[in-house]
């Protein structure tokens, strides 16, 4: 058995149950074959794999907190702090009630290769919980950030781990959060990015993810010859990476027809209100049923189907495995050419391989989502230097970062004979720094 076939059964047998995760490891595995078995004398003595594909440290606890009627909940958390080749631990936290272990290892796996690709030096993690913020006061969701962190604060740190948003976790949770390790441990430093602007946030990282996959998407079309402007884009989701993409196209002359959420989605043919869809869902934190009341020429359905609408661009930004298979075919017949990932791994392998032969342009997340943790890197550096940098700065630096991350993962498909297949390109690119660093730093 090759190599890359036998780690990745070694990772079905020792983590059962964990779909997610399984999946995320064939998909770099699959694309590492090349560069694998260019090496592989190397990489099996020092069972390089082996010690990539296992997280360095799981910490699992529980979170007791009390609701307002005085009724106490339980809820699973999880820090998975995977790999601190490149830098100190860096990812998310996710609150929703989907959450468990194997999500999370999924999420922190794909978190190393996107923030090798970064070119900052950050590490792999992730974090997170089956608690889930809706329909919670604003008192219960600071007695839960404020349990959580009373476990967690023990294991982070401004130079060994520090978290930031995810599903379910935004700037609310961020602000609770960070006053509780304050409190705790006594020290005023950058534990965790997706702050507020008044206590050390970055300028542009609300902006951050969707204005990212905006720009590698854009440069992307421009290497093949098109152009974003005049184009009509499908984006689903409606939380934190959906809205700024859907401001960041527009910004760039596209029109956004779709945006949606875990019960339905809506269609707006005039494209999509951006100031609405932001007062509806930031403010009221509320369905989209109120955008669409709200607005004459959007239609709401109930459901899933966004895909099926007549695109030429479609930017997945909601969840993981949201883009089958069929909706890929649906997304072809439609005469879209262009798909790039705001999510994490929302499209399933058998649609990604679909689109790819079928001459669909496509970017996978850990790439084309890239800018927001890249921008938390960024606020990492501003809170170091206690300085602040203006939005103008920080912005031009995603950029810059974005279009880098663009030609890398072009140039990586193309050295190793795929060109134009952006998955291996990316997979590539962020593995051999990090094995680089890990073979360096010996067996640890
Ligand atoms: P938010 O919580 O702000 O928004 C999530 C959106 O996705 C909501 O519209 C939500 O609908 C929808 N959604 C979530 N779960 C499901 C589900 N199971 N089925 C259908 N719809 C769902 O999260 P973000 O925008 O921050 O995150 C979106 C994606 O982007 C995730 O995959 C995340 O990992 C990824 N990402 C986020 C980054 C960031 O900086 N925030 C950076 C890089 C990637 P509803 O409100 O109904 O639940
Ligand atoms: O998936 C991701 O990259 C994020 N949720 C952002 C992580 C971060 O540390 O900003």
Known sequence: ???????????????????????????????????????????????????IVTPERQLLFRVPWVDDNGQVHVNNAFRVQFNSAIGPYKGGLRLHPSVNLGIIKFLGFEQIFKNSLTGLPIGGGKGGSDFDPKGKSDREVMAFCQSFMTELNKYIGADTDV?????????????????QYKRIRGVYEGVLTGKGLSYGGS?????????????????MLKCNGKDIKDKTVVISGSGNVAIYACQKAQQ????????????????????????LLKEVKEVKRARLTEYAAARKSAEYHEGKG??????????????????????????????????????????????????????????????????????SALEMSQNSERLSWSFEEVDSKLKNIMVNIFHNLDDAAKKYGMEGNYVAGANIAGFLKVAEAMTAQGIV
């Open 1 to 51: 058995m090759s190599y890359v076939d036998e780690v990745y059964s070694m990772v079905v047998e020792k983590n059962p149950a964990q779909p997610e995760f399984h999946q995320a490891v064939k998909e770099v595995l699959e694309s590492l074959r090349v560069v694998i078995e260019a090496n592989e004398e190397a990489y099996r003595k020092d069972a390089l794999l082996e010690r």
């Open 163 to 179: 978290p930031a948003g995810d599903i379910g976790t935004g700037a609310r949770e961020i602000g609770y959060m960070f006053g």
């Open 203 to 219: 300028l542009a990282r609300t902006e951050a993810t969707g204005y990212g996959l905006l720009y590698l998407t854009e440069e």
């Open 252 to 275: 760039l002359g596209a029109k956004v027809v779709t945006v949606s959420d875990s019960t339905g989605w809506v269609y707006d043919p005039e494209g999509i209100d951006v100031a």
């Open 306 to 375: 966004v895909w099926t609408v007549k695109c030429d661009i479609a930017l997945p930004c909601a969840t993981q495995n949201e883009l089958l298979l069929e909706d890929a075919k649906a997304l072809v017949a439609n005469g879209c050419f262009a798909v790039a990932e705001g999510a994490n791994m929302p499209t399933t392998m058998d649609a990604t391989e679909y689109l790819q032969q079928n001459g669909v342009l496509f970017c996978p997340g850990k790439a084309a989502n890239a800018g927001g943790v890249a921008t």
